[in-house]
């Protein structure tokens, strides 16, 4: 009577064949292996992916979609009145040193009007 097994170690110690199944335990290391082909990563599968070095700004969430492919949400779009979004910083207003009223109604509108340019206000009705 012979008997072949799945696993083992061929003389000398030079070549180990699985044919069953191979578990590595938690803690154990593999080393040697070739990660060429690597596979595509999926929700299911660990593998690699191919993207971008992050900017220092970035911190929005990849998802991997179906396809295999990576996907990031939209960024915001400009800010409108109903619409959060994104706005710019107003350009710089100087310090008023009006010493009568109309002086100071001409530096609050140019701080009205830098506040309109920057978005942060919507523009005046036509």
Do not use: C, R
């Amino acid at each position: 009577m012979s008997y072949n097994t799945k696993n083992y170690t061929e003389q000398g110690g030079e070549k180990t064949v699985i044919g069953g199944t191979l578990e590595i335990k938690e803690g154990a290391s593999v080393t040697g292996l070739s990660a060429d082909p690597l596979l595509v990563a999926t929700e299911e599968t660990l593998g690699g992916v191919k993207a971008a070095a992050a900017g220092e700004g970035d911190t929005v969430e990849i998802k991997i979609g179906e396809d295999g492919k990576l996907y990031a949400p939209t960024y915001p779009t400009d800010a409108t009145e109903s619409v959060s979004g994104l706005v710019k910083m107003a350009a710089n207003q100087a310090d008023s040193i009006a010493e009568d009223t109309a002086t100071l109604v001409t530096d609050f509108n140019t701080l009205l009007a830098k506040l309109k340019a920057a978005g942060l206000m919507a523009a005046d009705e036509e």
